[in-house]
């Protein structure tokens, strides 16, 4: 039997699968977490469908090695295609972001009028598009690349002038469309919520896949039997891991999660 103490595996390219870990940490309070952020190899974003693969793959095995009990790939590039094939190799439950964002966006559009965004890799798979669409065929999917986000977002730009400028000219296409509602389809932009919203106007609904796919985590933990004991532990723990130098990877996930991140490690091989 799988014991229910056994961490939740989070992985990402780099730092940006931390907002996922920010909201698992509040919709699975308890539960302990072993990240694995593939900064050497960050970014994924503009890499071929076949290295995404094999990363992924490399990731997942890493995290089996940590013997976590569900995996979670918190990375939208990722999880749009190489989710369909881990899926199905592996014993251990692994969840991608892009069916709850998905789900999400289909639940909150009135007008049946949905935007993406995300990196140019997840843009051209059309990932969310079909998942959306399987969902709800009525409902239709205006989609655009903004690949300068993830870099504004790790320097932690979210609010500037230059920024407002990047974010009018990426969204500028998606305001024609007459949308109700825009997936934010990479792990970075929650953290430019602000500047979107101010872009996109208050009335466009945010759909931010990190928030859906924790709550996701918890409804597969629950079904497996795999919630680890309520009150057996009132804090989660969490082991941080990349494949590049630490101390980065620590500051900026200070900016993303909103605490200092403690120990560090890097792994040599994965
Ligand atoms: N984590 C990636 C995603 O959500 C963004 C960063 C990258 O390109 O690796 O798509």
Known sequence: MMKKTRPIGIFDSGVGGLTVVKEVMQALPGEDIV???DTARVPYGP??????????????????RQNVKLIIIACNTSSSVALSIVERNFKVPIIGVINPGAAEAVRLTKKKRVGVIGTRT????????KQIQ????????FSEACPLFVP???????????TRQIA????????TKHIDTIVLGCTHYPLLKPVIRKVMG????LVDSARQVAKKAKIILEQNGLLAAKGAKSKSRICFY????????AKQGQKFLGFKLGNVRKVANV
């Not at 504004?152 to 230059?162: H, M, P, Y």
């Open 152 to 162: 504004l977002a790790e320097e932690g730009w979210l609010e500037k002038d230059v």
């Open 122 to 129: 997840t843009i051209k798979s059309r990932a969310y598009e």
């Open 242 to 249: 990349v494949s590049d130098e630490p101390e980065n990877f």
């Open 134 to 141: 399987l969902l709800a065929p009525q409902v239709r999917v």
């Open 47 to 64: 890499k071929s469908q076949d290295t995404i693969i094999r990363f992924s793959i490399e990731n997942i095995l890493f995290l089996l």
């Open 202 to 205: 208050d009335e466009v609904k």
């Open 35 to 37: 990240y694995f952020g």
């Open 168 to 175: 009018d000219e990426y969204l500028k296409p998606l305001k």
